[in-house]
């Protein structure tokens, strides 16, 4: 199949999604498809756009400016690239309705990959100011735009693809959990003396209420001189413990220094805030790759086929007080599993090679039920 990826993002940024779609489309080569990636970059960083290592293979597109009536008909030349790759199929990343993507996908069978409850996440977002209720309203009024008009979803939980404001359109849809080539990072935990306290890291980026840092910052006040904290994405703001780190952005190579330190990764702690329970993200799953065992407070689709979870899991209730309620059993857990090392065979769970086979498999159907509806 000749696959044309579109997403709206800063492709030069060194973040999980950009990771994402780049372990996606190897993999899909890997497979015999030929792929092109069609990016809209939302604004100009040219803080990231000197990183040549994050732009991938990429088709750019680059807005003149940020106003909305540009953002909505999209760069002049984007549809005709598309149309002249000929694609068979068409892969959209969601976001909110746009005229260009409307277009597109009336011309070309496109199958959509939902990655949280749009609608519970944009509300959250909304609290913050009258411009993202407005995007609220507008995300309410025009998404089924996109759903009506989409030829498959692809949901990376079971959850989301059973939501009620997506199982209302009808469409045929499959739960696909993010990957991660465990491969491509090294064992990168180390030993360290007895007597030393466990160190706990948390990757994440700002504005995001649902990763939970304030549940950090809490438990880090309650836990000087047991455990210390490491915060790589953001930066601090106001007073902190003396046992918290921040380190703001940091490259691949600057943060695996920082992860050499770590004993425990954190996940996400506040999901229960965008309305939801179940979650795959992709911070998690290089923790694990990089040997450390994890902490999080939702149900992760990777361990879905397990009778058990691993003794190197601790999951908390996904509710408000879900840390506040276990500071002692976080702290015992981490004393625990602060000299496991998670080898490569017991992390297999979350490796890409086997999940994108199957994304792979039900874009494939897609695209050959539209050919036999033609």
């Given amino acids: ?211 939970g840092v304030d549940k950090i910052l809490y438990l880090a006040k309650k836990t000087i001189g047991k455990l210390e904290f490491h915060i790589i994405g953001l930066e601090e703001k106001g007073r902190k413990s003396e046992n918290v780190t921040f380190y703001g952005y940091l490259s691949k190579d600057e943060y695996e220094k920082v992860l050499k330190k770590a004993d425990v990764g954190i996940g996400t702690l506040a999901l229960h805030r965008n309305k939801m329970n179940e979650a795959c993200p992709l911070k998690v799953r290089e923790y694990l790759s990089y040997g450390l065992p994890i902490i999080i407070g939702y149900k992760d689709s990777a361990f879905n086929s397990l009778k058990m979870l691993p003794e190197w899991v601790l999951q908390l209730s996904n509710c408000e007080n879900n840390v506040k309620d276990s500071v002692d059993k976080i702290v015992e857990f981490a004393k625990q599993v602060k000299d496991k090392i998670i080898d490569k065979n017991e992390c297999s769970i979350i490796d890409i090679k086997s999940t994108e086979k199957r994304r792979i498999e039900f874009i494939m159907q897609i695209w050959q039920r539209g050919m036999l509806n033609k």
């Fill in 1 to 211: 199949m000749k696959i044309a990826y579109l997403l709206t993002w800063d492709i030069y940024s060194n973040d999980g999604v950009t990771k994402k779609v780049n372990q996606q489309v190897k993999e899909w080569r890997n497979l015999g498809h030929t792929i092109e990636i069609f990016c809209v970059l939302p604004k100009n960083n040219q803080q990231n756009k000197q990183n040549e290592k994050c732009k991938l293979n990429s088709n750019i597109y680059e807005l003149l400016n940020n106003t909305i009536f540009l953002k909505f008909i999209g760069p002049g030349n984007l549809i005709k690239s598309i149309l002249d790759f000929q694609p068979d199929i068409m892969y959209l990343r969601f976001e909110t309705f746009k005229l260009y993507i409307y277009k597109l996908i009336n011309i070309i069978p496109t199958v959509v990959e939902i990655n949280t409850n749009d609608i519970a996440e944009i509300r959250l977002v909304a609290q913050r100011n009258c411009k993202y209720k407005i995007n609220y309203y507008y995300n309410l009024l025009t998404r089924g735009y996109l759903f009506r008009n989409v030829s498959g979803i692809v949901g990376v939980t079971s959850e989301l693809i059973h939501l009620a404001s997506i199982e209302k359109y009808e469409k045929p849809a499959i739960d696909v959990p993010n990957g991660i080539d465990t491969l491509k990072f090294p064992l990168l935990k180390q030993l360290r003396q007895s007597n030393e306290i466990p160190h706990l890291v948390f990757m994440g980026t700002p504005g995001q209420s649902w990763h």
